[in-house]
């Protein structure tokens, strides 16, 4: 027993020793001096504005590249050569945000040294999990979060993204060097967009398979802003993607108010399976920005690590009740009998109280419970006040197009088990202007010819509805594949009972608890009163 314990004392000694010898990383986090060079060389440049936790912890920084101003210019980052001889298996990581439109072209080029030419870096071996990434490479449409219709927008701090890229095939046994690359379209008016922000780039060559776990938030999402102090609850999942097992994920996080900066960590709970974790942030006062991450690695030493940031502002939720009362129930919005459905609610600016909003949840009320979930997704878009009604002859439109113009803001599965409000928690707050009617867009996405067919649920949900005097619910289905311009459209006056959940105007009062004082054990009889001091 002894030698064995000696023995695996030792492995553990040699172990990182080992390691090292086998895997190769070189970084960039732009932080101090860098090792990249740009053409022109005013076409990318250090920014203190945007970044991650890098090297630095007094002078933080990434790179940003602006978008040119003349069509078929383009700005270049060009990185030094990397050695990979030796090494069978190479992944490149990088964190970005690329605020530059849909119009213009980004790539990530490679060579070997000692070549003139450069090539894309094959579209098969990118790891991540942008939207466009196959037809144009990055762009504001790759993340929702992006704000592809707004060229104006600034980033906010929660926008970054990790990418990853399998080079083996590619680098994997040579010297080979990268740049990143932003060319300018023909549209106009375009490099009035921020950017490509780049931060803690990596190039990680090993004699072992190299297969980055896949870390990534969940709902409820906690960012951008938010309206009450905290404890904040943060939701990820984190699994590996070899056979090695995963290590516990630690959430960290740096608080910083009034120039002032906390730092900490907290150790995950797994909450189910063994990829879904949790973890809560304490409380904070309002004025506080969080700035927070979780990184995911396994026993072989892969990692990957997601990012997001909130601030705290004074405020206080209310509940607006839409439409109560309804005391006929069916499926609609849905069709659950159909593989899908589509349907748009319309919501009046009236009912809405004909002031701007910030909207937070939207809840259906349930009249018949399933055993089981289904696909669902929900889209918020405004139209013209004087949009009252649909009519089959002018808003015939294909979904695709409808949807252009609207926010998804929930793409996941939806559980009608309690015959009560159930909330739809939107991914982010939606800004309502108070002046338009309000379009609730819904998708149901079961494939087959049926929810049940299809696995999802054994018995369907009922939601309550009242008969309104206009027809404010238009809906399709159809089996096996969505409903299309040429689907039967059904123009109806079953208007779904609505909840939404709102954020209302700042208001000047805050409060909270800092402390209950009472000892954890005492002694008491039946019949004595025990004060607590709060």
């Given at each position: 027993?002894?030698?064995?314990?000696?023995?695996?004392?030792?492995?553990?000694?040699?172990?990182?020793?080992?390691?090292?010898?086998?895997?190769?990383?070189?970084?960039?986090?732009?932080?101090?001096?860098?090792?990249?060079?740009?053409?022109?060389?005013?076409?990318?440049?250090?920014?203190?504005?945007?970044?991650?936790?890098?090297?630095?912890?007094?002078?933080?920084?990434?790179?940003?590249?602006?978008?040119?101003?003349?069509?078929?210019?383009?700005?270049?980052?060009?990185?030094?050569?990397?050695?990979?001889?030796?090494?069978?298996?190479?992944i490149?990581?990088?964190?970005?945000?690329?605020?530059?439109?849909?119009?213009?072209?980004?790539?990530?080029?490679?060579?070997?040294?000692?070549?003139?030419?450069?090539?894309?870096?094959?579209?098969?071996?990118?790891?991540?999990s942008?939207?466009?990434?196959?037809?144009?490479?990055?762009?504001?449409?790759?993340?929702?979060?992006?704000?592809?219709?707004?060229?104006?927008?600034?980033?906010?701090?929660?926008?970054?993204?990790?990418?990853?890229?399998?080079l083996?095939?590619?680098?994997?046994?040579?010297?080979?060097?990268?740049?990143?690359?932003?060319?300018?379209?023909?549209?106009?008016?375009?490099?009035?967009?921020?950017?490509?922000?780049?931060?803690?780039?990596?190039?990680?060559?090993?004699?072992h398979?190299?297969?980055?776990?896949?870390?990534?938030?969940?709902r409820?999402?906690?960012?951008?802003?938010?309206?009450?102090?905290?404890?904040?609850?943060?939701?990820?999942?984190v699994?590996?993607?070899?056979?090695?097992?995963?290590?516990?994920?630690?959430?960290?996080?740096?608080?910083?108010?009034?120039?002032?900066?906390?730092?900490?960590?907290?150790?995950?709970?797994?909450?189910?399976?063994?990829?879904?974790?949790?973890?809560?942030?304490?409380?904070?006062?309002?004025?506080?920005?969080?700035?927070?991450?979780?990184?995911?690695?396994?026993?072989?030493g892969?990692?990957?690590?997601?990012?997001?940031?909130?601030?705290?502002?004074?405020?206080?939720?209310?509940?607006?009740?839409?439409?109560?009362?309804?005391?006929?129930?069916?499926?609609?919005?849905?069709?659950?009998?159909?593989?899908?459905?589509?349907?748009?609610?319309?919501?009046?600016?009236?009912?809405?109280?004909?002031?701007?909003?910030?909207?937070?949840?939207?809840?259906l009320?349930?009249?018949?419970?399933?055993?089981?979930?289904?696909?669902?997704?929900?889209?918020?878009?405004?139209?013209?006040?004087?949009?009252t009604?649909w009519?089959?002859?002018?808003?015939?439109?294909?979904?695709?197009?409808?949807?252009?113009?609207?926010?998804?803001?929930?793409?996941?599965?939806?559980?009608?088990?309690?015959?009560?409000?159930?909330?739809?928690?939107?991914?982010?707050?939606?800004?309502?202007?108070?002046?338009?009617?309000?379009?609730?867009?819904?998708?149901?996405?079961?494939?087959?010819?049926?929810?049940?067919?299809?696995?999802?649920?054994?018995?369907?949900?009922?939601?309550?509805?009242?008969?309104?005097?206009?027809?404010?619910?238009?809906?399709?289905?159809?089996?096996?594949?969505?409903?299309?311009?040429?689907?039967?459209?059904?123009?109806?006056?079953?208007?779904?009972?609505?909840?939404?959940?709102?954020?209302?105007?700042?208001?000047?009062?805050?409060?909270?608890?800092?402390?209950?004082d009472?000892?954890?054990?005492?002694?008491?009889?039946?019949?004595?009163?025990i004060?607590?001091?709060?």
């Amino acid at each position: 027993m002894k030698r064995f314990f000696s023995f695996v004392l030792a492995m553990a000694l040699i172990f990182p020793a080992l390691y090292s010898q086998v895997v190769q990383t070189w970084t960039e986090d732009f932080d101090n001096t860098i090792s990249f060079t740009a053409t022109p060389s005013n076409s990318w440049g250090s920014n203190s504005i945007y970044y991650l936790p890098g090297s630095s912890t007094t002078n933080p920084k990434s790179c940003l590249g602006t978008v040119p101003a003349y069509p078929g210019n383009t700005a270049i980052l060009e990185t030094p050569v990397y050695d990979c001889a030796g090494y069978d298996y190479v992944i490149l990581k990088f964190n970005h945000i690329c605020k530059v439109s849909p119009s213009d072209i980004t790539r990530i080029e490679y060579r070997e040294s000692g070549s003139s030419n450069w090539d894309s870096i094959p579209l098969d071996y990118y790891l991540g999990s942008a939207s466009n990434y196959w037809m144009r490479g990055f762009n504001a449409a790759s993340y929702p979060e992006w704000e592809a219709k707004d060229s104006t927008a600034f980033p906010a701090q929660s926008w970054w993204k990790e990418e990853s890229f399998d080079l083996r095939g590619i680098a994997n046994g040579f010297q080979i060097q990268f740049r990143f690359v932003i060319e300018r379209g023909t549209s106009p008016g375009s490099h009035v967009s921020y950017g490509w922000l780049i931060d803690n780039f990596q190039l990680i060559a090993a004699k072992h398979q190299l297969y980055p776990p896949i870390v990534e938030f969940v709902r409820p999402f906690v960012k951008d802003t938010v309206y009450d102090a905290g404890p904040s609850e943060i939701w990820a999942k984190v699994k590996a993607e070899t056979n090695a097992p995963v290590q516990i994920p630690v959430l960290k996080y740096e608080a910083i108010s009034n120039g002032t900066s906390i730092e900490d960590s907290v150790v995950m709970t797994m909450v189910e399976g063994d990829s879904l974790w949790k973890a809560n942030i304490p409380p904070f006062v309002a004025g506080t920005k969080v700035i927070y991450s979780i990184t995911g690695q396994d026993t072989m030493g892969n990692s990957t690590t997601a990012m997001s940031a909130y601030f705290i502002m004074k405020g206080r939720k209310e509940s607006v009740i839409i439409k109560d009362g309804g005391t006929s129930s069916d499926s609609y919005p849905f069709t659950f009998n159909y593989g899908y459905s589509r349907s748009m609610v319309l919501v009046s600016a009236k009912e809405l109280g004909a002031t701007p909003r910030k909207l937070a949840t939207i809840a259906l009320r349930v009249a018949a419970t399933a055993n089981g979930s289904f696909p669902m997704k929900l889209w918020l878009k405004t139209a013209l006040a004087s949009k009252t009604t649909w009519t089959s002859s002018t808003d015939n439109i294909e979904w695709s197009l409808l949807t252009q113009d609207a926010t998804l803001l929930y793409d996941s599965n939806f559980y009608c088990n309690k015959t009560e409000w159930m909330d739809i928690p939107l991914s982010e707050i939606f800004n309502y202007n108070g002046v338009d009617n309000l379009v609730i867009m819904l998708e149901q996405n079961c494939g087959s010819t049926s929810c049940s067919g299809a696995g999802y649920m054994t018995t369907y949900p009922d939601f309550y509805y009242s008969t309104t005097p206009t027809s404010t619910l238009w809906h399709k289905n159809s089996d096996n594949s969505p409903p299309t311009i040429s689907t039967t459209l059904d123009i109806t006056s079953a208007h779904p009972d609505l909840r939404i959940n709102v954020i209302s105007a700042v208001d000047s009062h805050s409060v909270a608890t800092s402390s209950i004082d009472i000892h954890d054990t005492i002694a008491v009889s039946p019949s004595s009163n025990i004060p607590v001091i709060v």
